[in-house]
C-alpha cells in the first residue's frame, strides 16, 4: 500500500543547532512530496514539495529538504533551529492524482 | 494566493444538534475539497473527497449520512454533521485543489474545532 512514514514522533533540538525531521516514503511510481507544518488549533501551513528536477529542495521559513530515490526519504532539515520552529510537521505524497497521504506526525520542540 | 477559510473556527454545540462547516477557497476555483479529522496529537485522517458539483466520496467507515459534505460551486463546501455526539468533537479541516494542474498540491484552511457536550 502506498503510505508515508514519520519514524520519529518526537524531536528536540537546542536552539541553533541543526535539525532534521526525517520521513520515508513506500516505493509505488512517482510520487510528488510535501512538508506542511502545523501549530496549535490551527491548520497546516505549506513549507515545500518536490515533484521533479534537483534533488534539495528549498522552502519556507529556511527549511529544506532532500529527495533520496535509492533511500527513498524526504528529510526535511534546517541549518539552525529557532524556537518558534517548535510545532508539529507532516510529511505527505500523492501518487498518480490520487489523494494526499500523511504521515502520522512528528513533534519538534526547539529548547532556547 | 491559494487561501482556503473555514467558519466557523470553533463550535460548541449541544448532543443531537446538527453542525455546518463551510470551506472556502478565496482567490481560486477548486474543482476539489477534501475534508479531513483530526484527534489530538494524530495525524490528519481523510473523511470525504468532493468535487464540485457531484456527491462526495466518502472513505471507508465514514457515515455518509451522519457527515454530509455539499459542493454546490467551485469556491464552496460544507460539511454538515448531523445529530452532533460527544465523540464527534474533532478538529476538522478541509482542503482544496485547483482544476488547472498543480501536482496534487492541497491547500488547507485554518481547521474548525468542534466540541459536543
Known amino acids: 500500500a502506498q503510505s508515508v512514514a514519520q519514524p520519529e514522533d518526537q524531536v528536540n533540538v537546542a536552539e541553533g543547532n541543526p535539525l532534521t525531521v526525517k520521513c520515508t516514503y513506500s516505493?509505488?511510481?512517482?510520487?510528488?512530496l510535501f512538508w506542511y507544518v502545523q501549530y496549535p488549533n490551527r491548520g497546516l501551513q505549506f513549507l515545500l514539495k518536490?515533484?521533479?528536477?534537483?534533488?534539495l529542495v528549498k522552502g519556507s521559513y529556511g527549511f529544506e529538504a532532500e529527495f533520496n530515490k535509492s533511500q527513498t526519504s524526504f528529510h526535511l532539515k534546517k541549518p539552525s533551529a529557532l524556537v518558534s520552529d517548535s510545532a508539529l510537521y507532516f510529511c505527505?505524497?500523492?501518487?498518480?492524482?490520487?489523494?494526499?497521504?500523511f504521515g502520522a506526525g512528528t513533534r519538534l520542540t526547539v529548547k532556547p | 494566493g491559494a487561501v482556503v477559510s473555514q467558519h466557523p473556527s470553533w463550535v460548541i454545540c449541544k448532543s443531537g444538534t446538527s453542525v455546518k462547516i463551510e470551506c472556502r477557497s478565496l482567490?481560486?476555483?477548486?474543482?476539489?475539497m477534501f475534508w479531513y479529522r483530526q484527534f489530538p496529537k494524530q495525524s490528519l485522517m481523510l473523511m470525504a473527497t468532493?468535487?464540485?458539483?457531484?456527491?462526495?466520496?466518502?472513505e471507508q467507515g465514514v457515515e455518509k449520512d451522519k457527515f454530509l459534505i455539499n459542493h454546490a460551486s467551485l469556491t464552496l463546501s460544507t460539511l454538515t454533521v448531523t445529530s452532533a455526539h460527544p465523540e464527534d468533537s474533532s478538529f476538522y479541516i478541509c482542503?482544496?485543489?485547483?482544476?488547472?494542474?498543480?501536482?496534487?498540491?492541497?491547500?488547507f484552511g485554518p481547521g474548525t474545532r468542534l466540541t459536543v457536550l
Open positions: 505527505a505524497a500523492s501518487y498518480n492524482n490520487n489523494d494526499m497521504r
Open positions: 518536490y515533484i521533479t528536477g534537483d534533488n
Open positions: 482567490d481560486f476555483q477548486a474543482t476539489t
Open positions: 516505493v509505488s511510481g512517482n510520487p510528488y
Open positions: 482542503s482544496a485543489r485547483m482544476g488547472r494542474p498543480s501536482y496534487n498540491e492541497q491547500f
Open positions: 468532493s468535487n464540485e458539483g457531484s456527491k462526495a466520496t466518502y
